[in-house]
């Protein structure tokens, strides 16, 4: 057998969570609006017969475009029935896709824009729109609305929302990442870590398997972008929540451990480890029949464990690498950290380990670049909807 017949392998993404199940249909939206580049699909509230009370939320990253039925699902199905309740009080709801979620965040935000001037033209009243975003939605909203202030455009804002969005960067193992592209046979895979969403969010990305982890030079120039336009809008009110935990408690993977490891078959000796602080650490092994890896990096805090939302990122690997050959699965690193709780609530940045195990709710709330956040009570799966977050943002928003 040669590189050319390596097994084939069902693409997945390393960077967005999952439906897990069959997802039913979305119930037909009141009204649709097709955009450049976008979809936006509009619930009106209970009562409201047009946008009354506009909230419009977007979408974060996949590869693709942006699916209704998925999205409907994860706000309304799972451990809070967020749009019910939202729309029980009055409120509409916008839910903003796009075309292509691994296009780049700036090219995404004249979507937001587009969408924002949707609204405002259909609207009924002059009750202000909230507007924001999940993961990578929230930093899109961000720029979109920076932006417009920036050219003196009146987007009649009041609430700005970002869901467990990486303010300060999100993380992907990099021995996932130099899976990624390894596999040969998906090659979906490794673009979508080389897609430039992704390399505008990660904190430090590899582009091949002999990289050096560092900042792309496409998040360099998001960043500068982003502080041309004033970093964040400054009229609406500015409320986050992170699906971490803010009392500094990890989600209990353990640095240094063999997380998956291949025992048989094509890719036999294959090892992926969590990330572990000091120099030369080895993050993974790569094997097949003709090639070899090993992956290191150097002085990298403890990521895979730290406070946040977390993503099934080595429990799917493994998985997808079972049908190769025997595969061992550490049932304690399958699920790690992958927007860090100091990121999603703009805190600290995620260089040092003191920061990104800081406990949050010792600090004064000024420290955050947000006007008010929530962070859970404890870890849990990232951008998941909860009853202690929904509550908390559906009781701030706009009278």
């Known amino acids: 057998m040669s590189e050319q017949n390596e097994p084939t392998i069902e693409p997945w993404s390393f960077l967005a969570p999952t439906p897990g199940t069959e997802v039913p249909p979305a119930p037909e939206p009141d009204r649709t609006w097709?955009?450049?580049?976008g979809t936006a699909w509009v619930y009106h509230g209970?009562?409201?017969?047009g946008l009354t009370r506009p909230v419009v939320l977007s979408d974060g990253f996949e590869t693709g475009g942006s699916k209704?039925?998925?999205l409907w699902h994860g706000l309304e199905r799972g451990r809070f029935a967020f749009i019910s309740e939202l729309r029980s009080r009055g409120y509409d709801l916008v839910i903003l896709g796009y075309d292509d979620r691994s296009a780049s965040l700036l090219k995404n935000a004249d979507v937001v824009q587009q969408?924002?001037?949707q609204t405002i033209q259909e609207r009924h009243g002059d009750h202000p729109l909230t507007v924001g975003g999940f993961s990578m939605g929230g930093l899109v909203t961000r720029y979109a609305l920076a932006e417009m202030e920036a050219q003196s455009?009146?987007?009649?804002?009041?609430?700005?929302?970002?869901?467990?969005?990486?303010h300060r960067g999100a993380w992907i193992p990099i021995g996932l990442q130099a899976l990624a592209h390894f596999l040969k046979a998906t090659p979906a895979l490794?673009?979508?870590?080389?897609?430039?969403?992704?390399?505008?969010?990660?904190?430090?990305?590899?582009?091949?398997?002999?990289?050096?982890?560092?900042?792309?030079?496409?998040?360099?120039?998001?960043?500068?972008?982003?502080?041309?336009v004033g970093s964040w809008p400054a009229r609406p009110i500015k409320l986050g929540v992170a699906n971490g935990s803010g009392t500094g408690t990890g989600n209990g993977v353990k640095p240094a451990t063999d997380a998956v490891k291949v025992t048989s078959g094509y890719f036999n000796g294959t090892t992926l480890r969590t990330q572990s602080t000091g120099s030369s650490q080895q993050v993974a092994r790569?094997?097949?029949?003709?090639?070899?890896?090993?992956?290191?990096?150097?002085d990298l805090p403890e990521l895979d464990g730290a406070p946040g939302g977390t993503l099934e990122s080595y429990g799917i690997a493994g998985r997808k690498l079972k049908i190769t050959g025997s595969t061992e699965i550490e049932p304690s690193a399958a699920w790690v950290c992958f927007v860090p709780a100091v990121s999603a609530v703009a805190v600290r940045d995620l260089d040092r380990q003191e920061d990104l195990y800081v406990d949050i709710s010792d600090l004064d709330p000024g420290q955050s670049e947000l006007d008010d956040f929530k962070l859970s009570t404890e870890n849990?799966?990232?951008?998941?909807?909860?009853?202690?977050l929904g509550t908390w943002i559906l009781d701030r928003l706009p009278r």
């Open 46 to 49: 209970v009562g409201n017969q």
């Open 68 to 70: 209704l039925d998925v």
């Open 34 to 37: 097709e955009l450049r580049g």
């Open 190 to 228: 490794s673009r979508q870590i080389n897609s430039d969403a992704a390399r505008q969010l990660l904190w430090r990305h590899i582009s091949t398997t002999t990289a050096t982890p560092e900042q792309h030079q496409l998040r360099t120039e998001f960043l500068a972008a982003l502080e041309r």
């Open 380 to 388: 849990t799966p990232h951008s998941q909807m909860t009853e202690e």
């Open 286 to 298: 790569l094997k097949g029949l003709l090639t070899e890896r090993t992956i290191t990096t150097d």
């Open 115 to 117: 969408c924002i001037f």
């Open 153 to 166: 455009i009146d987007h009649q804002t009041a609430v700005y929302l970002s869901y467990d969005s990486p």
